[in-house]
């Protein structure tokens, strides 16, 4: 049997017990067209070598046998608050969909003529040019649930969604749409283990002059595979800027597709990852300047122990005529032990003769020099790796604007390096 | 205060022996000043003492108000009083100077069962410590030593002493690296905290910055041991003559 049709023969197989939900029909329907033609992905594509797609392949989900952590981050903060359990959203745990400046509906509740008809699976279908990306298609046809989130002015508030687990077999598919007008803004925030197996696609469609954060803990939970993509166009003068909290998971692939289609807009896109033991985390990410004078940067820091493996790949797009780009990568992973392990593809490509474009890529283990300079003024063992750890982690974080929101996720990674001391 | 007896060390990688059994004693409020050629063992004294890997006790004892130092964690000896300035202080990117200071500080003080400083209480205490040694509130908002100057670096070594007040102070050639105003400053705040109770070990290749922190012994150190000891007098002696009358003597 030759690759392609051991990759149809997968998807044929994965979509058995998956059932086509019928608004947004014919954006699914084109959806499901792409997803034939690709299949799905196998460790001989050249983005999923490091990453073996089988257990999201699976016809089964693996059982997340082990409790998930739902503790609730970002508390203090006033925001329109959104639950999801199992993957579906909880209306009755959750505020009124009504925010000054925003219009919020279900995808499940989403008709054919819902003005996202034509946002719905957009930014996912441009993002499959250059590298296919079946997970996101597959998404694009069978999500069930999600959000669309057309934003008009500035936000009253931020929306903050938790995503909680409760189902130890649940198999989520959920997609957002995010279309915000010219000069709009909104700050969107999500937490939680949301599902055994999720697979999670945002588009996010920003007009000129747009500001757009999110901030993003995909929460404590040794059993979860997931898939994640977040798709991301952005019209002159746009902001977009997004960090990632990964601690824990079994399998974790946290994908980014970031496009510049007007001339001085900025991407900012952070991750920290955090893993002990069975965790293997991969953060893949596209970025294509197609306008001038943009500015995008990637800073991705993993923290690794027990035999966890981090990814990275990194893309720098740089097309013929996006002169004085900017763009910097730099991907890092803190290895705290001999078994655990770093695996970095760092790429530019650029056709454009006046840019700046910058990436490194490192791995190694905590600085012994610093770790005697703080013990020698008093600072003990634990404590003194943890603050180089937290030191270490401290570029990703830097990248989240809002220093209540950034200090809430300072304060979630301590818990975990409290509960993984040893 | 210290006592440090017979001490011999050999580094841990390689079978090298550094210190060859170095005896010393320094009583409280005294400021002792090691000089010696390069190699001489200055600094693998400075830096056994405060408990740095790398290095093999094979003989002898050090200890400070009688508590073996030698089997402490370094965070111990600090919260019982050590302190080391080191010769090239460490950059630690993404660790803000303040948490650092506040972090250490209250590390000792919950070691020794004392209770934590308040946020207000360490704040005021850490700008009127920084404003004599002419650290402004950037350098204490920057991660701990990354993109200080020589001279910075080495006042903010002298402003964790400070706030940390140890009883038993190593200098490891806090000089090196100073221009002549830095070392004014430098020395003047380690005289500042010159006490009846508190006791310094100035290791400097140079006479010079002993003008400014007068010693009341120094020691000649060679080849792993301490060979000559004397006043003040000495040091003026080796920066006139060199060590070689020094070393041939003892030979």
């Keep these: 049997m030759g690759a392609v049709s051991v990759k149809a023969e997968a998807l044929v197989q994965r979509l058995a017990g998956l059932a086509r939900p019928s608004g947004l029909a014919a954006a699914r329907e084109a959806a499901m067209a792409r997803l034939t033609g690709m299949g799905l992905p196998s460790k001989r594509d050249e983005y999923w070598q490091y990453t073996d797609p089988a257990a999201l392949n699976a ?53 054919d003529t819902h003005w996202a008809q034509t946002s719905y699976g957009t930014l996912e279908a441009l993002g499959q040019s250059p590298i296919a990306r079946p997970w996101a298609a597959l998404n694009t046809a069978y999500a069930t649930d999600g959000l669309l989130i057309h934003v008009t002015g500035k936000a009253a508030k931020p929306i903050s969604i938790t995503y909680l687990r409760h189902s130890a077999h649940a198999d989520a598919i959920v997609h957002h749409v995010i279309k915000l007008d010219a000069g709009a803004e909104l700050t969107l925030l999500e937490q939680g283990p949301a599902a055994a197996r999720l697979n999670h696609v945002i588009e996010v469609d920003l007009g000129a002059a747009a500001r757009f954060h999110h901030i993003r803990a995909q929460g404590r939970d040794l059993g979860r595979h997931a ?108 290895l705290l032990d001999d078994d655990s392990q770093f695996l970095a593809k760092p790429e530019l490509e650029i056709y454009a003769d006046d840019v700046k474009c910058s990436h490194g890529s490192t791995s190694g283990a905590i600085d012994d020099t ?53 | 205060m210290l006592e440090i007896k017979n001490l011999h060390v050999k580094l841990e990688e390689e079978d090298k022996q550094i210190l060859k059994g170095v005896t010393l004693s320094i009583g409280a409020g005294e400021v002792h000043a090691i000089m010696g050629p390069n190699g001489s ?29 030698l089997a402490m964690d370094p965070e111990l000896r600090a919260a019982q009083g050590l302190f080391l300035a080191f010769q090239y202080p460490v950059e630690i990117p993404g660790v803000g100077n303040m948490t650092f200071l506040r972090t250490a500080l209250n590390a000792q003080r919950k070691t020794r069962g004392e209770p934590e400083i308040s946020a207000g209480d360490f704040l005021k205490l850490v700008r009127e410590k920084a404003k004599s040694l002419k650290i402004d509130a950037e350098m204490l908002k920057r991660p701990v030593n990354v993109g200080f100057s020589g001279g910075e670096k080495k006042r903010n070594e002298i402003l964790q002493m400070a706030m940390l007040e140890p009883k038993m ?73 060199g060590y070689a009358d020094l070393l041939a003597e003892v030979k």
């Excluded at chain 1, 970002?74 to 925010?99: M, N, Q, T």
């Excluded at chain 1, 996720?409 to 390096?417: K, V």
């Excluded at chain 2, 009846?196 to 150190?221: C, E, N, W």
């Excluded at chain 2, 041991?225 to 007098?233: A, F, H, V, W």
């Design chain 1, 227 to 334: 898939v994640t993509h977040i798709f991301a166009q952005l019209a002159a003068e746009a902001l977009f800027k997004s960090f990632t909290l990964t601690a824990d998971g079994a399998l974790t692939r946290n994908e980014a597709v970031i496009t510049f289609a007007g001339p001085d807009a900025k991407a900012h896109i952070a991750g920290a990852a955090m893993g002990d033991g069975a965790f293997h985390h991969d953060d893949t990410v596209f970025v294509t300047h197609a306008a001038e004078r943009c500015e995008s940067r990637q800073v991705f820091k993993k923290v690794l122990k027990h035999g966890a493996v981090g990814v990275f790949q990194g893309k720098i797009l740089v097309k013929k005529g996006a002169q004085k780009t900017d763009g910097y990568q730099i991907s890092q992973a803190l």
């Design chain 2, 41 to 69: 063992g200055k600094s693998t004294l400075s830096y056994v003492l405060s408990g740095r890997d790398g290095y093999t006790v094979t003989d002898g004892s050090a200890t400070l108000d009688g508590a073996d130092l």
């Design chain 1, 59 to 111: 016809a089964e989900v693996k059982p997340a046998d082990k409790e998930a952590d739902n503790t609730a981050l970002f508390g203090g903060l006033d925001a329109v608050k959104l639950v999801f359990v199992d993957g579906v959203f909880d209306a009755g745990a959750s505020d009124d969909l009504a925010l000054t400046g925003v219009s919020i509906t279900r995808v499940a509740h989403a008709l």
């Design chain 2, 169 to 241: 102070c190593i200098l490891d050639e806090t000089d090196s690296g100073l221009d002549v105003d830095a070392m004014k400053l430098v020395s003047e705040g380690v005289n500042a905290l010159r006490s009846a109770g508190r006791s310094f070990l100035v290791i400097t290749h140079y006479q010079r910055l002993l003008d400014h922190i007068k010693p009341d012994v120094v020691h000649i150190m060679a080849a792993g041991r301490i060979i000559k000891t004397g006043g003040p007098e000495l040091a003026l002696e080796v920066e006139n003559n």
């Design chain 1, 370 to 422: 610093a770790l005697f300079y703080l013990r020698s003024r008093g600072v003990p063992l634990r404590a003194a790796q943890s603050l180089l750890i937290l030191a270490f982690l401290a570029d990703t974080i830097a990248e989240i604007e809002d220093e209540t929101i950034a200090e809430d996720i300072r304060a979630g990674l301590e818990t975990w390096l409290a509960r993984h001391e040893d």
